[in-house]
């Protein structure tokens, strides 16, 4: 069983918006600082936002202003809500947990084009 479960990514305009969801495997997950990672092709994996378990959020410099990281513990899912997308957002965007991550889920794709 997968530990993460990504949704939500698709083809955008840019300057358009995307919602992503993580669906968390194990209510477990929810005492963990957790974070949104994205991978382009040709480039190393590399982390967007996080938030802890005390909804502290942090960003990526490029990201800053622009997304926005949120979890639910009673659904056990994080969320990253992006506005203003640019082409350079495109990427394969997974979730897992800040520190230590592993066991990569499938992800989910955002393209931004126009």
């Known amino acids: 069983q997968a530990q993460f479960v990504e949704s939500g990514g698709g083809l955008v305009q840019p300057g358009g918006s995307l919602s992503l969801s993580c669906a968390l495997s194990?209510?477990?997950?929810?005492?963990?600082?957790m974070a949104w990672y994205r991978q382009a092709p040709g480039k190393q994996r590399e982390m967007v936002a996080h938030?802890?378990?005390?909804?502290?959020?942090d960003y990526l410099d490029s990201v800053r202003g622009r997304f926005t990281i949120s979890r639910d513990h009673a659904k056990s899912e994080v969320y990253l809500q992006m506005n203003s997308l640019r082409p350079e957002d495109t990427a394969a965007y997974f979730c897992?947990?800040?520190?230590?991550?592993?066991?990569w889920g499938q992800g989910t794709q955002v393209t931004v084009s126009s």
């Open positions: 194990r209510w477990e997950f929810n005492r963990y600082a």
């Open positions: 938030i802890g378990s005390g909804d502290f959020t």
């Open positions: 897992n947990t800040f520190l230590g991550p592993t066991n």
